[in-house]
């Protein structure tokens, strides 16, 4: 069974609608998926895949209100379960840990029944929802093309290194200690470059640096770039990835873009999964396509060395930026059909015309206000 979590630095960018299509998708292929609504005290999870509301979720199984087989629903999607969360019940960063232990035991119960289990997990960055995220070194990271959703997906990153750090430094060894020492000193830890925090380290606890090491040269993360507007916002993708190497000594690997579409809107109203309400429609196709290259990964996991996963990474960019172009054609050649079949009158172009115009001029906002904060973290030495 392989584990799929996938996460945000931030809400609204498209986190279930990845989750709840991948899965369909992945069933179609005849694959056996769960999908899990891990966003507690927030699920909504149901809603995407058009599922009605069930009594009986995590937040029950957690309360001892029901089992956990008992929260296993079969869906009317070919090959998919669904386990929903509770919105009626904390957030999942009120988890405590024999809960997440009991979570993680349930889970492991799957295995011989299911090729994968899919975690839709909340937005930010609780101790829970990365200790979920690290359950596979290739969990999907679901972000957008704005300033500050790019910016919240690197740090979502970056904690995820810092939890796996923690997790190597285990309590009384000396590495652990000088951690401790220098959260004193400095005003926040995450300021430091974690390669020269790891040699550091190795300085003072170099058979507990070298877990770490192990640990970080097998993270290799997935990121999908959601609701991009045109070729240049797969780009965005490519920051993220160079912060990451700068600063966290660390790769990630693009799955793919997926544009933005008012289908979503009318599928949801529709209580249907867009690939199943517009299977051809530009965004279901992307979705295919990520599911496609997960599918093809199964064998890529075991095996490979880092200078492999370095190229296939490279690949991964220059795919994604392919792909965008040519979804971008295919958006444009039906809006021309649209426009010619009088179904878009002069005034649906002219609003969609002033809606990018608009979201260019925000745009553009924010990398002024991004370049302002990035002057000034160079000029303290610090990586953003």
Not at 73 to 82: A, L, M, P, W
Request: hydrophobic content about 40%; charged content about 25%.
């Amino acid at each position: 069974m392989r584990i799929i979590p996938i996460a945000s630095g931030k809400g609204g960018v498209g986190k279930s609608l990845l989750a709840a299509n991948l899965a369909i998708a992945l069933g179609q292929g005849g694959k056996r998926v769960v999908l899990a609504d891990m966003d507690l005290g927030a699920s909504n999870l149901h809603l995407v895949l058009g599922e009605q509301a069930v009594r009986k979720g995590l937040g029950t199984f957690l309360t001892k209100g029901s089992s956990f087989e008992e929260i296993i629903y079969t869906t009317s999607y070919e090959n998919v379960r669904f386990i929903p969360g509770d919105s009626e019940i904390p957030g999942l960063s009120a988890l405590r840990m024999p809960q997440k232990s009991s979570i993680l035991r349930n889970f492991s119960k799957l295995e011989n029944e299911t090729d994968y289990l899919i975690l839709d997990l909340g937005a930010g960055t609780h101790l829970p929802i990365l200790d979920f995220f690290l359950l596979s070194p290739r969990g999907i990271v679901v972000t957008a093309p704005t300033v500050t959703a790019t910016l919240n997906a690197y740090l979502f990153l970056k904690n995820a290194v810092f939890r796996l750090l923690f997790n190597s430094f285990k309590k009384d060894t000396p590495g652990h200690e000088y951690i401790g020492k220098l959260k004193k000193e400095s005003a926040s830890l995450q300021r430091l470059y974690v390669p020269k925090l790891t040699e550091q380290l190795a300085q003072v606890d170099p058979e507990n640096t070298e877990i770490f090491r192990q640990y970080i040269s097998a993270f290799h993360p997935r990121l999908v770039m959601n609701m991009i507007d045109g070729p240049q916002d797969a780009e965005r993708a490519g920051k993220i990835r160079r912060s990451c190497r700068e600063y966290l000594n660390m790769d990630i690997e693009h799955l793919g873009v997926i544009y933005r579409d008012s289908v979503q809107d009318i599928a949801l109203a529709s209580r249907l999964p867009v690939i199943v309400y517009k299977p051809r429609s530009v965004l279901a196709q992307a979705v295919y396509r990520i599911a496609e290259k997960i599918i093809q990964s199964e064998d890529d996991d075991s095996g490979t060395d880092e200078a492999s996963f370095a190229v296939v990474n490279e690949d991964s960019f220059q795919s994604a930026e392919a792909e965008a172009a040519v979804d971008y054609e295919v958006k444009m050649e039906s809006l021309e059909e649209l426009a010619g079949s009088g179904a878009l009158s002069p005034g649906d172009l002219a609003e969609i015309i002033k809606s990018q115009q608009y979201e260019i001029s925000v745009l553009k906002k924010e990398n002024t206000l991004l370049k302002s904060k990035l002057l000034d973290a160079s000029r303290q030495g610090f990586g953003i």
